[in-house]
């Protein structure tokens, strides 16, 4: 570790011990703000904001399931993620937050900057200004480093995006008592650390690497040029079938709403669920909200190796429920485990066996992670990294591809080409990992 981070520890500790949280799960049809359609098709808020729960029917050629039914959540409005990042000799620092989501397994995580819906900075719910949204809106004060509308999780969000923004301040500001300065370093060594850098923070420190990078830039050692990647992605798109329509809840093949939760019979993905929150360091004291809670840990993996002595990872073109274009590129494996206990090996994901048999692979990156705690509870999934030799080669299926870091980074910087749990890889790969192995083998 670079760096010392007893402060910070002490000040994460402080935080902790100075508010209050409390959260109860609670039915679905109780919840205070809330109302179930009265033909049962959906869950909504009353102010017509925030979002909803609703049924949607899938069909498409390209998962290991052709079609199926599923409740997802709609929530069509805009979030800001943003970080305020300034440079202090010749390391950048970055502002972040402590904040707490009803969904963390350990309540409060580290956060960016600001981090609201648009419901939420706009007010619709009457609480508390959001802190340092001016230096993220229209007139902001600074230099924007990185602004892209990023995707969520596909598989339970319908088409939703957030704007993910850096911007840079030529002096620090005064932080709050939830907010910290951390440089470089200290982030690099905090995404090591288990469920405390949270999925928003992540998404958005995917966009450092566009402090420094070179536009211009080529990698001569990689497998496959821009255009070669530009090709492959378009034809995938192309290739891709994705139908959709929304269902009512209540009749949704495979799933049970009885009132207090919607479930699966089988035991498989995840469950709907209701929560009342109770915070004293949020914009309102007090909320319930609808959210799904996965049946597992999950696993997010990009499979690696040396090609022309430049490590790569093996990217997926993927389609989800949700995903606002039919595709992105995305890890090589990204799923719930024991959704697939008991299957068929042809039903099972791709790689998903290779990336478990951690005994046969060289393990670059290892880390368990929360998902999105505003919406998800207790859901985390296993980060990894493995280099697996020669036992793949440059010849692979045809949804997927061997990029370099650096290529699917700079994929980044445009909308829906990176899905979510990519880009959250790549933040964990941050310290260089994979540079510093092509460097040394």
């Known amino acids: 570790m670079s760096e010392n981070l007893s402060s910070f520890y002490d000040w994460f500790s402080e935080r902790?011990?100075?508010?209050?949280?409390h959260i109860d799960i609670a039915s679905l049809s109780a919840l205070e703000g809330w109302k179930v359609d009265s033909d049962g098709s959906a869950i909504r808020h009353r102010s017509g904001?925030?979002?909803?729960?609703?049924?949607?029917?899938?069909?498409?050629?390209?998962?290991?399931?052709?079609?199926?039914?599923?409740?997802?959540?709609?929530?069509?409005?805009?979030?800001?993620?943003?970080?305020?990042?300034?440079k202090v000799g010749d390391s950048y620092h970055f502002l972040m937050q402590?904040?707490?989501?009803?969904?963390?397994?350990?309540?409060?995580?580290?956060?960016?900057?600001?981090?609201?819906?648009?419901?939420?900075?706009?007010?619709?719910?009457?609480?508390?200004?959001?802190?340092?949204?001016?230096?993220?809106?229209?007139?902001?004060?600074?230099?924007?480093?990185?602004?892209?509308?990023?995707?969520?999780?596909?598989?339970?969000?319908?088409?939703?995006?957030?704007?993910?923004?850096?911007?840079?301040?030529?002096?620090?500001?005064?932080?709050?008592?939830?907010?910290?300065?951390?440089?470089?370093?200290?982030?690099?060594?905090?995404?090591?650390?288990?469920n405390l850098v949270n999925m928003d923070s992540r998404t958005v420190l995917s966009g450092l690497p566009f402090l420094a990078m070179d536009d211009n830039s080529t990698d001569s050692s990689a497998v496959h040029s821009l255009g070669d990647l530009l090709s492959w992605f378009t034809e995938a798109k192309s290739r891709h079938?994705?139908?959709?329509?929304?269902?009512?809840?209540?009749?949704?093949?495979?799933?049970?709403?009885?009132?207090?939760?919607?479930?699966?019979?089988?035991?498989?993905?995840?469950?709907?669920?209701?929560?009342?929150?109770a915070a004293t360091n949020r914009e309102v004291?007090?909320?319930?909200?609808?959210?799904?809670?996965?049946i597992g840990r999950g696993v997010i993996a990009f499979v690696g190796r040396l090609f022309h002595d430049e490590f790569h990872i093996l990217v997926h073109a993927r389609t989800e429920a949700g995903t606002a274009d039919v595709v992105e590129m995305g890890p090589t494996v990204a799923c719930i485990p024991a959704s697939y206990e008991n299957l068929p090996r042809a039903e099972r994901p791709p790689f998903l066996d290779l990336v478990e048999q951690s005994d046969t692979v060289d393990v670059l990156v290892d880390v368990v992670h929360s998902e999105e705690g505003g919406r998800f509870f207790h859901a985390e999934s296993r980060y990894l990294v493995v280099d697996v030799g020669e036992s793949i080669g440059q010849q692979v299926p045809e949804n997927y591809c061997w990029m370099t870091v650096e290529q699917l980074t700079g994929f980044v910087r445009y909308s829906n080409h990176v899905n979510v749990a990519a880009r959250c890889l790549l933040s964990c790969m941050a310290d260089g990992v994979a540079e510093r192995t092509a460097v040394t083998r």
């Not at 902790?16 to 949280?21: A, G, V, W």
């Not at 470089?184 to 090591?192: N, P, S, T």
């Not at 209540?250 to 993905?269: A, N, T, V, Y």
């Not at 004291?285 to 996965?294: C, E, G, N, T, V």
């Open 98 to 194: 402590a904040k707490m989501e009803p969904g963390n397994i350990n309540l409060i995580q580290l956060s960016p900057t600001v981090q609201a819906t648009r419901s939420n900075y706009t007010r619709v719910h009457r609480g508390s200004a959001v802190p340092f949204l001016e230096h993220f809106v229209a007139a902001r004060p600074g230099s924007v480093v990185f602004d892209s509308l990023q995707s969520e999780q596909g598989s339970w969000f319908l088409g939703k995006r957030n704007r993910n923004m850096i911007v840079e301040v030529p002096d620090r500001l005064p932080a709050g008592e939830d907010f910290i300065w951390l440089s470089f370093e200290q982030i690099a060594a905090l995404l090591r650390v288990p």
């Open 241 to 277: 079938r994705l139908d959709r329509r929304t269902v009512p809840l209540h009749s949704l093949p495979g799933w049970e709403f009885d009132g207090d939760k919607i479930l699966r019979p089988d035991g498989r993905h995840f469950t709907v669920i209701g929560a009342d929150v």
């Open 49 to 86: 904001k925030f979002f909803s729960i609703e049924g949607l029917s899938v069909e498409t050629q390209e998962m290991e399931s052709h079609s199926w039914s599923q409740p997802i959540i709609n929530q069509p409005e805009i979030g800001i993620l943003g970080i305020i990042v300034t």
């Open 16 to 21: 902790n011990i100075k508010n209050d949280y």
């Open 285 to 294: 004291a007090h909320w319930s909200q609808p959210m799904l809670r996965p």
